[in-house]
């Protein structure tokens, strides 16, 4: 089992997790023409996609939903607040929700609602526990909610590290975007992210994979360095290892 990150950026989300015959997408952002050629240059075909878990309703991560809906006839699931606002422009579509686990029969694994704290109506990450590992998606997300600590123990974790305040302060946004990235219902900060790494780095997590980083308010190395800090007491390399996401795939995978 693979973990493939195809996007990850305010221009598109959107993450592969199977093997190269059969898998499921968390979020669809970006476009179905820019899906369908990250999982191309990975060699895996789009019908190998076999169902959809949306966090929530912003379209850098569901912008692809309609046209890939066409595509491919597969199941998307989210909370009910998810689906509710999906209906609205899904017409048709075979929308699922769920607010606590689901059984997810093609990866053989059993999926679970994370809560986050978002702009939007029931925003959500995804714990997937399969035989004998565990993968979570924690991204977009004001603060560390009580959900993060579904986390917990997973050997692998997606975890949003979006900006760095100084940046974010002295950028060109404004005043009410600034007050809305940093929020209680907005993204998570370099500092807040590596705060909760540590707990995971202490539970067990071996890959932390950091993610959804802005373009304009952070930087590869801030994030990281942030992460050191806050873990110190232990060895990068072998307590744990990290991945910081580029905007775009890379054909990097991470076996899960």
Not at 32 to 44: H, Q
Not at 153 to 160: C, D, Q
Not at 230 to 242: L, P, S, W
């Amino acid at each position: 089992m693979r973990l493939y990150p195809l996007f990850s950026s305010s221009k598109g989300n959107c993450y592969y997790l199977g093997s190269k015959t059969a898998g499921v997408l968390i979020d669809a952002g970006g476009s179905t023409k820019r899906i369908v050629a990250a999982l191309s240059s990975a060699g895996i075909p789009l019908t190998a996609v076999k169902a959809i878990f949306v966090t929530h309703e912003h379209s850098d991560h569901v912008g692809a939903l309609p046209v890939l809906l066409k595509r491919i006839n597969v199941p998307v699931f989210g909370t009910p607040g998810t689906v509710s606002m999906l209906s609205r422009g899904l017409s048709g579509a075979d929308l699922h929700s769920f607010s606590e686990r689901v059984s997810v029969y093609d990866i053989k694994a059993e999926a679970a609602v994370l809560k986050t704290s978002h702009d939007s109506a029931e925003p959500c990450g995804f714990r997937f526990d399969f035989s004998e590992s565990s993968v979570s998606f924690l991204t977009d997300s004001g603060f560390v909610t009580d959900g993060f600590e579904g986390a917990i123990s997973s050997e692998t974790v997606v975890l949003e590290s979006n900006y760095d305040p100084t940046m974010l302060s002295r950028g060109s946004y404004p005043p009410h975007t600034k007050a809305r990235i940093a929020g209680r219902f907005g993204h998570l900060s370099n500092a807040a992210s590596a705060a909760f790494a540590r707990e995971l780095v202490g539970s067990g997590t071996k890959n932390l994979i950091l993610a959804h980083l802005s373009e304009n308010n952070n930087t590869p190395e801030l994030a990281k360095s942030a992460l050191w800090a806050e873990t110190a007491g232990f060895t990068e390399g072998k307590d744990y290892f990290v991945k910081i996401l580029p905007p775009v795939h890379d054909n990097w995978f991470c076996a899960v």
